[in-house]
Nanobody, 125 residues
């Protein structure tokens, strides 16, 4: 099983940017599709986006499309979430997840093998 550790969260003003990182250890990172989720206070955990094993394809929730970009560096065992034009409604704990099947690209989250501990992102208005 792969272990995941997120970093890069913090406080930013609306319109600003942050880049989150998720470092993986354990099993072969390149064998996992990776995804980002977020959970705001009192709400369910929501899908943000996903990236394929090779990084050749990515998929985003409508709420972040055009503002967020997921990338990965398999040599560094790290996946990134670049967040631009941040809005107060983006405030949440952000989690990365590892899926060996790629189902996250199709809305199937049942095969997620590992989750990170989360990193807080707060966007002030």
């Amino acid at each position: 099983q792969v272990q995941l550790v997120e970093s890069g969260g913090g406080l930013v003003q609306a319109g600003g940017s942050l880049r989150l990182a998720c470092a993986a250890s354990g099993r072969t990172f390149s064998s996992y599709a990776m995804a980002w989720f977020r959970q705001a206070p009192g709400k369910e955990r929501d899908f943000v986006g996903a990236i394929s094993w090779s990084g050749g394809s990515s998929y985003y929730a409508d709420s972040v499309k055009g503002r967020f970009t997921i990338s990965r560096d398999n040599a560094k065992n790290t996946v990134y979430l670049q967040m631009n034009s941040l809005k107060p409604e983006d405030t949440a704990v952000y989690y990365c997840a590892a899926d060996p099947t790629g189902g996250v690209h199709y809305g199937d989250y049942d095969y997620i093998e590992s989750w990170g501990q989360g990193t807080q992102v707060t966007v002030s208005s």
